[in-house]
């Protein structure tokens, strides 16, 4: 009976403490609004519009496989670094589709894909040049949609965990909180560069 009495009041004071609040809110809503002492009629200062807040964008991503690391760089200032997952055969260069290599080599961002099975990729021009030679002379399809992605759709509770080994089919994979950043920053166009 006591703990009945006690919770009742506890929660008398919360719902008390709430309809204060939100009284003043309501009271403070409804008050004219007070020219600034200065202003004489006709003579008002305009008030200026809060200053945008400057976004870095890139123009460069370095991926260090070995490092397990992407750099984003601006004028050659790096601005923003990220812990990444590989392809599941990460050790050397992708010769064919489905060998589980991330690519080495000098690229672009594409195309965006906010739509993916992988939370917001963007597009690696994989393969270039060179590797559809390299892939020729095997004999092979070097593959393609290689991407920087978050992690698989439904799982995005898995944060950071997903470093604990490289799992993606040569994919560079960061966090879905990691992604959101990397998508506000990377324009279509960016310079891609992989190094072993």
Not at 19 to 39: C, I, T
Not at 114 to 126: D, P, Q, V
């Amino acid at each position: 009976m006591k703990k009945v009495f006690v919770a009742l009041i506890f929660f008398t004071l919360v719902a008390g403490g709430m309809m204060y609040v939100l009284h003043r809110r309501e009271k403070a809503s409804s008050r004219p609004a007070v020219p600034p002492k200065h202003a004489e009629k006709g003579h008002e200062r305009p008030v200026p519009a809060p200053a945008p807040i400057p976004v870095m964008v890139a123009d460069t991503i370095l991926i260090e496989k070995k490092a397990r690391r992407l750099t984003l760089f601006r004028d050659g200032k790096p601005i923003r670094k990220f812990k990444v997952s590989l392809g599941f055969e990460p050790e050397g260069k992708k010769n064919m589709e489905g060998d589980g290599k991330t690519p080495e080599g000098c690229y672009i961002i594409d195309y965006r894909n906010e739509n993916s099975k992988f939370y917001r990729a963007l597009h690696i021009s994989y393969p270039n040049k060179e590797d559809r030679r390299q892939a020729a002379e095997l004999g092979v399809s070097p593959g393609s949609d290689i991407m920087i992605h978050g992690l698989k759709n439904g799982f995005g509770w898995i944060g950071k965990r997903h470093l604990i080994r490289d799992w993606t089919q040569g994919c560079v994979a960061v966090s879905n909180r990691e992604m959101d950043e990397i998508w506000r920053l990377v324009p279509i166009g960016a310079k891609v560069q992989i190094v072993p």
